[in-house]
């Protein structure tokens, strides 16, 4: 068999030490009538079908490199990851490693992961950060729940704006199902457009936490400090689930006063791969960092008196405090969490500055070209970093069977999500498009301009 | 002893310490559109970020990786994490471009190879399990749990039995079981074991009625024992109308030869990363399916992939996204960890209803050798035939040698030592799975140093309290670690 070495006669010294006379011993314990089920599986292919197997599937995609041009984010951003990432990903010291728990012989994936830490503090401007939630969606809920345990369940209330990510919206109301928190702000679908400040008024004295977004869910930029100065009146939380990339740029969540800054890390160094693994980041103020989920890395010393690094706060961890614990948290999202060190180490200042700003330019190229269309305009006014929104003058489903047909992903449907935002399309651009890209974009769009 | 370290040496500078203002290790195209005016008001003052040139970062991260021990370094018996072997292609296949480079909210039409290879595996499961339905959504075992106890609170709340409260856990479980039902503000009951290992099945009994959501059962258990009175134990709490969850984390003893769906289990989560090969990348990413019996098909977190419209003999079918119509709601972002089920996939296609069975038979006759080769040395306290662990004492009568001295000693034979101090009902424990990829000749050597290290115990046990002494660094001191708290190497003051 394929991985596995033992040959028969190795397997019959085996059988010989341990006293049975075949493997088929071995299963005594199940019971006979549901042993050795005639399972219907295709026969096993050797390494080299599987891989013409595989190539074939992979070409039944249509891929945003080689075969569409895309403005599609909403969330999962296509953006250039130099080679010298994956070339640290593929060692097998990194990819094949366990959870750190042996401090004495995972000194790499320790120190990488409180590099990461240090990283994204940073880049937030906050005090301590975990070493990773699954993706930005389950982030946000952690966020949750960590200010349900601040409160110890005594603040009930959770305030979230519309214009947080669809999907990390529906993540939070599928985790607090049992907890008995009630959930507002997002109910006026009516008004998506409206200023994430709207919610301001929903803040009482029995709200844990405020959720919002930055750059949010369409792309618009906001200075929240006055926002978070409203939640803390009343004493309350307030996360920001932020884009990495936009903090190369923009004033950090941290300055604004935030509590907790969370939000999805594939940007840095991660691809597209439909979906996952991504990477959650999660960061917070050092005095919640006991009510925080996850794994934490801190520096120590070993009984040389060399530095060195190994997990701790562990005690708030389920296997220790099993039914008490903050979360069941378990893994996080290790080998991602190294790709985005890597990532954020090769750019350093001046590269994430100059990614950022190229997206920036560029996606206000794309705005100011498309607003010029007949029948296209921009859906709102305010500064946005490089995704924006832009109504059409025909129905989604038509332009984007249009755009397709001419190799291009035009965006994502707001009306998806936002009854109001019907034939409105959330675009993104990255230094990935060039402006010949956009300008074709912009040409394909005129034709559906016309009737 | 002439001088006191005051600072203490530095085996590998952190990334911050090796920046060099104005290196970079990357330069980016001029931008090929003019430029637009940022708004003053929101941008940042500083972006304090290390500099380096690439070469600096890869000679950091490579010399980092060799303070590592990994599965492609040596053998890794850490029990209930099932270390297996990651096969080479399985990585080439998750990076094919059609896969790497598909953003997840394509329209269908564009990604059918990645909603075939989905719907594929999600049948493949639900056949190795005896599942009726699978999501693949969930990013890891806990992540399955969590979603398999929502789908539990559901299915009792839509009938209308709101007084089921109360999970059964026993008490051999992995601790991420009770936290799992305690974020769904269950009430987490410990049902403990009998003395042959099993569940206790009069202590269940007495817990079984109206007020019980259902029992978590990981089977084979974390003893690696097969639950002599499964079926009982599962009609037990079916009779009182609980559900059974299946923790999957031991699915590596049973794949090809048992399906848990068969004998009654209701719902299972699956860990790609451990009975399907793929790698554990120092902590994640993992991968947690959820299989469910049929009666809780319609509560899978949505969207699954099916097909849209049927194919012909000509003509693929139209896979798509499918909405559960009782479904709990979404677990995470988009579709789960794509490139996980990829490696996934791969395994099994390679492996075929009979390799699969030879990776649980192999699994299970590498860890019964280990016991044979160890119980006459090390105490194991439920000796009888075990499946793809076994649990020994990691004490000897009259010594102070403890299960955390051997477990440092083993890495100065380069051995990764075996999981200690769990499961909690073992005194000292070492709990040990060997996995299928490991000869015969690993597995000796692995045992012969354990019968050293009983020896060293008691000759020399001061070598082993001050173990180990061949790795990078010694014994950190955790205390320091959790007083100081120092998580991070840059903070906003230094600014």
């Known amino acids: 068999m394929t991985y596995i070495p033992n040959t028969p006669r190795e397997q019959a010294e085996m059988l010989a030490t341990i006293g049975v006379s075949s493997i088929e011993e071995l ?35 249509e891929n945003v490199r080689d075969h569409l041009i895309s403005f599609l984010g909403a969330g999962a951003y296509f953006h250039y990851i130099p080679a010298a990432v994956d070339h ?6 990194f990819y094949t490693a366990y959870t750190p728990y042996q401090p004495e012989i995972s000194q ?7 590099e990461y830490q240090s990283l994204m503090c940073a880049l937030t401007g906050m005090e301590v950060s975990n070493a990773s939630h699954y993706d930005g969606a389950t982030a946000v809920a952690e966020a949750v729940n960590m200010a349900y345990a601040v409160f110890r369940g005594k603040r009930t209330r959770i305030v979230i704006s519309p214009s947080v990510h669809p999907q990390y919206r529906a993540v939070v109301r599928t985790y607090v199902q049992g907890m008995g928190l009630e959930l507002v702000g997002d109910e006026s679908e009516a008004n998506a457009l409206q200023s994430p400040f709207e919610i301001e008024s929903l803040i009482d004295p029995n709200t844990a936490l405020v959720i919002v977004q930055y750059p949010d869910f369409l792309g618009r930029l906001y200075d929240y400090t006055s926002l978070v100065q409203v939640a803390h009146a009343q004493g309350a939380l307030v996360c920001i689930a932020a884009n990495p990339t936009a903090l190369a740029l923009f004033k950090t969540p941290g300055e604004m006063g935030a509590d907790i800054v969370v939000g999805e890390a594939q940007p840095l160094g991660i691809p597209l791969s439909f979906g996952g693994p991504y990477l959650g980041y999660f960061t917070t103020r050092k005095q919640y960092v006991h009510k925080m989920a996850g794994r934490l890395v801190g520096e120590t010393v070993d009984q040389r008196g060399q530095r060195a690094y190994v997990l701790t706060l562990t005690a708030r961890e389920q296997h220790i405090k099993r039914e008490r614990a903050t979360s069941n948290i378990c893994t996080n999202q290790g080998l991602m969490a190294l790709a985005a060190a890597v990532y954020l180490s090769l750019l350093g200042k001046q590269g994430l500055r100059q990614v950022a700003e190229l997206c920036y330019h560029k996606a206000h190229y794309a705005a100011q070209r498309l607003s010029q269309i007949p029948g296209f305009s921009l859906a709102y006014r305010e500064p946005f970093f490089h995704e924006f929104a832009i109504r059409l003058p025909r129905p989604f489903e038509e332009v984007q069977h249009h755009l397709l047909e001419h190799g291009i992903l035009g965006g994502y449907h707001l009306g998806a999500d936002y009854p109001s935002l019907k034939d409105h399309l959330l675009i993104a651009v990255t230094e990935m498009n060039t402006r010949e890209e956009i300008d074709y974009f912009c040409e394909v769009l005129q034709e559906v301009s016309h009737d | 002893m002439t001088e006191t370290l005051t600072l203490p040496q530095v085996i590998e500078p952190t990334i911050f310490e090796l920046s060099s203002p104005g290196r970079t290790g990357v330069t980016f195209p001029e931008p090929d559109v003019p430029r637009s005016d940022l708004p003053a008001e929101l941008l940042r003052a500083d972006l304090p970020l290390p500099e380096l040139a690439e070469v600096d970062v890869i000679r950091h991260f490579m010399h980092l990786s060799h303070l590592n021990y990994s599965v492609d370094g040596g053998f890794y018996p850490l029990g209930s994490c099932t270390m297996k072997y990651n096969p080479k292609i399985n990585e080439d296949m998750a990076r094919l471009p059609g896969f790497l480079f598909t953003h997840p909210l394509q329209p269908i039409e564009t990604v059918q190879g990645s909603l075939a290879l989905m719907y594929t595996l999600q049948e493949w499961l639900k ?34 039995d709101h007084r089921r409260t109360k999970m059964l856990i026993p008490d051999s479980a992995h601790g991420t079981n009770p936290a799992s039902s305690g974020m769904v503000g269950l009430q987490v009951v410990q049902i403990p074991s009998d003395s042959r290992g099993n569940v206790d099945l009069n202590a269940l009994k007495a817990q079984c009625d109206e007020t019980v959501v259902g029992l978590m059962l990981t089977n084979p258990n974390t003893l690696g024992l097969f639950d002599e009175h499964l079926e009982e134990v599962i009609r037990t709490v079916h009779e009182c109308g609980g559900l059974v969850y299946g923790d999957g984390a031991n699915l590596n003893a049973l794949v090809g ?40 098909a319609d509560y899978l977190p949505s969207p699954i992939v099916g097909i849209i419209e049927e194919g012909t003999d ?30 996934a996939y791969t395994y099994i296609a390679m492996h075929g209803a009979e390799g699969l069975r030879a990776v649980a038979e192999n699994a299970v006759l590498n860890a019964n050798y280990l016991r044979a080769r160890l119980q006459d040395t090390y105490h194991i306290p439920y000796n009888r035939v075990c499946m793809h662990e076994f649990v020994a004492e990691g004490r000897f009568p009259g010594s102070d040698v403890r299960a955390l001295d051997i477990s440092k000693r083993l890495m100065d034979y380069d051995f990764h030592p075996p999981t200690n101090y769990f499961p909690l009902i073992v005194h000292e424990a070492l709990m040990i799975e060997p996995t299928e990829t490991e000869s015969k000749r690993t597995l000796d050597a692995f045992a012969d140093a354990m019968l050293r290290i009983a020896e060293e115990a008691r000759t020399q046990p001061e070598l082993l309290h001050e173990a180990p002494h061949r790795t990078p660094v010694g014994r950190v001191d955790e205390v320091k670690a959790a007083r100081d708290l120092v998580l991070c190497c840059w903070f906003p003051e230094n600014q």
Not at chain 1, 27 to 49: H, T, V, W
Request: without cysteine; positive net charge; proline residues 9%.
């Open chain 1, 108 to 114: 790499g994936t320790l120190q990488a992961i409180f």
């Open chain 2, 314 to 343: 000509d003509l693929a079918p139209l896979f798509g996204f499918i909405h559960p119509p009782r479904s709990i709601g979404r677990v995470k972002a988009f579709h789960g960890h794509f490139g996980v089920l990829v490696r």
């Open chain 1, 88 to 93: 640290i990903l593929r060692r097998g010291e």
């Open chain 2, 127 to 160: 056949e190795i399990s005896g599942m009726a339905a699978v999501s693949l959504q969930p990013a890891a075992g806990a992540h399955g749990e969590l979603t398999g106890v929502l789908i539990m609170r559901a299915y009792h709340r839509d009938r209308g």
């Open chain 2, 257 to 296: 030869v048992m399906r848990p769906g068969d004998i009654g289990f209701d719902i299972l989560h699956f860990n790609l990363h451990k009975t399907f090969s793929t790698p554990h990348g120092g902590g994640g990413p993992g991968s947690g399916p959820v299989g469910v019996a049929a009666h809780l």
């Open chain 1, 27 to 61: 299963f005594q314990d199940i019971p006979p009538r549901y042993r050795y089920p005639k399972l219907n599986l295709p026969p096993a292919l050797s390494e080299m079908e599987a891989a013409a197997e595989l190539k074939e599937l992979a070409e039944n995609n």
